[in-house]
């Protein structure tokens, strides 16, 4: 399916948000959003995804 | 005289069932009143039109002098009412503003206080304000020159650095002669050069479990720009702790976020978000990684326009949603954030 993954249109075969963070390669210590909600990581795998959803992937950054 | 008045009452009711506005009405009865001056001079005093118009133009002119009297008086009492009200609002911001500050700061933010959102008692609020800006670096350049500027009364800065050459590719408060000076000296100069009416106070050390609380304790409003994910943990939970507002930012290469962290007023807390710093070398440090000088310029500067609007109250700052700026594509996104009721720090109180 299509979504928007940190701004980049992506093609994945994810259908849930913890299957699209492992597809896409992040570790778990990241935040996340679905269409500009935030999701904590414990409901991630229970979050499914459809077609044409944003998704944010957000790691900590520690510069300043 | 009885019919003319039937006439007038007449006029002003069709007038305000039509909705027309009282300026028409009034126009209304004028034109009756002249019709009605004129029956009195066109006509002799016997004739029948005269007679049931009252039968004297002096009486008319009369009458009519007293009414335009009335009215200009009212009209000349309300102007001076408006007025008056005008003035003690105006005179309540110009003294909020000049009790405090002199003609030389009127001047210097007169920018600010005509912003009908900020004002003189914005910016007396600014001046009142004490700030602790943890990190002089990248991001603490930008904050620091542009709270000073703004005249937040009180800023203070905590860093344990020193300036290094590789630093002034963006960390723009310091000079090429501070190389080697500490930080927080090299940044008080800059900031009261740029400000002589802002008092800068340096804590030239790293903060530590032992000494955060005290230090914190001490201001209303924390920013963070630090380059270390242990210091932003601690700081964050002596914020919450002390139910202080935590203005976030952090940047890697081309990106940047921010947000303000605010669970006293319902926001989720920094590790309501990063639950777990990464595993040492998962999330590089600007030395490791690099980062685009003028990234921490627009992440920074965006703090502290974040932070006058924390100060002020004006418009609304982004609590409980995190901007990220992505500096390589030229865009900007904001996703909304929730406490965790798993929070070790704050334990999701607002979930
Ligand atoms: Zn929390």
């Known amino acids: ?64 | 005289m009885l019919l003319v008045f039937a006439m007038v009452a007449g006029l002003w009711g069709i007038g305000m069932a039509m909705g027309a506005p009282k300026s028409a009405r009034w126009t209304m009865i004028a034109v009756l009143y002249v019709a009605v001056l004129g029956v009195q001079l066109a006509f002799p005093p016997e004739h029948q039109l005269v007679v049931a118009t009252g039968g004297s133009l002096a009486m008319w002119l009369m009458i009519g002098a007293a009414l335009a009297v009335v009215l200009g008086y009212s009209t000349m009492l309300q102007k001076l009412r408006l007025k008056a009200d005008a003035k003690v609002q105006d005179e309540a911001q110009e003294s909020a503003a000049q009790e405090l500050f002199s003609e030389t700061e009127l001047n210097r933010y007169a920018r600010h206080i005509v912003l009908r959102e900020l004002g003189g008692l914005g910016q007396k609020k600014l001046k009142d304000a004490k700030v602790l800006v943890v990190g002089a670096g990248g991001l603490g350049s930008p904050v620091l020159l542009y709270l000073a500027a703004s005249g937040v009364g009180t800023i203070a800065v905590v860093d344990d650095d020193v300036v290094d050459n590789s630093n002034l590719q963006r960390q723009v408060i310091h000079k090429d002669e501070a190389i080697g000076t500490p930080k927080v000296l090299s940044a008080a100069e800059a900031m009261t050069a740029q400000n002589p009416f802002v008092t800068v106070v340096p804590y030239p050390r790293r903060l530590t479990e032992e000494d955060a609380a005290e230090i914190i304790g001490d201001y209303d409003l924390v920013l963070d720009g630090t380059d270390n994910f242990e210091t932003r943990y601690l700081v964050n939970e002596v914020c919450v702790a002390q139910g202080k507002p935590l203005i976030s930012g952090a940047l890697s290469q081309w990106e940047g976020q921010l947000s303000v962290f605010d669970p006293a007023s319902g926001t989720p807390c920094y590790q309501c978000i990063f639950p777990e710093a990464p595993a040492p070398g998962i999330a590089p440090s600007c030395s490791e990684a690099g980062v685009v000088g003028p990234l921490p310029g627009v992440v920074g500067t965006m703090m502290a326009a974040e932070a006058i609007k924390v100060i002020t109250g004006a418009g609304a700052a982004l609590r409980g949603e995190m901007m990220i700026y992505d500096a390589l594509w030229g865009e900007t996104r904001k996703i909304g954030l929730k406490p965790r009721s798993d929070c070790p720090t704050c334990g999701g109180k607002n979930t």
Do not use: Y
């Open chain 1, 1 to 64: 399916m299509k979504i928007v993954l940190n701004g980049e249109a992506r093609e994945v075969a994810a259908t849930d948000l913890a299957g699209l963070l492992a597809e896409c390669g992040f570790s778990g210590r990241v935040a996340t959003s679905l269409n500009e909600d935030f999701v904590p990581a414990g409901l991630r795998a229970a979050q499914t995804l459809t077609d044409g959803d944003r998704v944010e992937v957000v790691a900590p950054m520690q510069g300043g």
